[in-house]
């Protein structure tokens, strides 16, 4: 079993609660609420700034020529065509500019944001990767395990594809893949387990928080 696996397999329990929370299975079925995904995508945006950030410091730190490319590339990608999700999400919800730049933040997205923050301010790749590894990993999870036929809804529709498909699966082998790596050499490996953890128990915390919990 490799380190990311195992990592996953310590805390499967809240992991399989956040792949199969309330808010994905509504969301796959079509039926979740247009207050529940506007309030989840609201906070959600929240999180690009410094996402962003942290997949800069991704490229700033990583130790090979050839992986500092591909996270160069997913930068792109994602200050494109998912920053051009959200406002076009916005715009079918009727989300104000000030809700979306300046919502009163819950406990998990400030959390979240504050963990991105600090492991960036850390300056370690590996914790870097693994944070990225859970955002991203999770959400390939739930986005791709069979549900049926998606959703015809375009904003739910649009959210799943996001985190599904050929290219993202690549893109979290690779980190998968880049986090396997570089453990070994890791500072602290007890501190990136903690890590792994702590971004499991907020993207957990994130989807409950979407029906005002």
Same mark, same amino acid.
């Given at each position: ?13 809240t992991w399989e609660a956040a792949v199969g929370h309330r808010f994905v299975e509504e969301l796959w079925a079509g039926t979740i609420a247009p207050d529940v995904l506007r309030r989840y995508l609201v906070q959600d945006y929240q999180f690009c700034d410094a996402f962003l950030a942290l997949m800069g410091a991704a490229v700033a ?8 490319? %591909? ?23 009727? %989300? ?16 979240? %944001?504050?963990?991105?923050?600090? %492991?960036?301010?850390? *300056? ?61 050499? *890791? ?21 409950? *928080?979407?029906?005002?919990?």
């Open positions: 079993m490799s380190f990311s696996e195992q990592l996953r397999e310590a805390g499967r329990e730190t990583c130790d090979d020529p050839t992986a500092r490319v %591909v996270h160069g590339r997913q930068v792109g990608l994602v200050a494109g065509d998912e920053h051009a999700y959200f406002h076009r999400s916005f715009d079918l919800l009727g %989300v104000p500019e000030a809700e979306r730049t300046a919502p009163e933040r819950t406990a998990p997205t400030e959390g979240f %944001v504050a963990l991105m923050d600090t %492991v960036r301010a850390d *300056a370690s790749y590996t914790e870097i990767v693994t944070v990225l590894v859970v955002a991203e990993w999770l959400y390939l999870d739930w986005a791709s395990r069979p549900h049926g036929p998606p959703p015809t809804d375009p904003i739910a529709r649009g959210w799943i594809d996001l985190h599904r498909g050929p290219e993202f699966e690549a893109w979290v082998a690779f980190l998968r893949a880049e986090l396997d790596r570089t453990a070994p050499q *890791a500072r602290d490996r007890r501190r990136v387990a903690r890590r792994f953890a702590e971004a499991v128990d907020l993207e957990l915390a994130f989807f409950e *928080a979407a029906y005002g919990g």
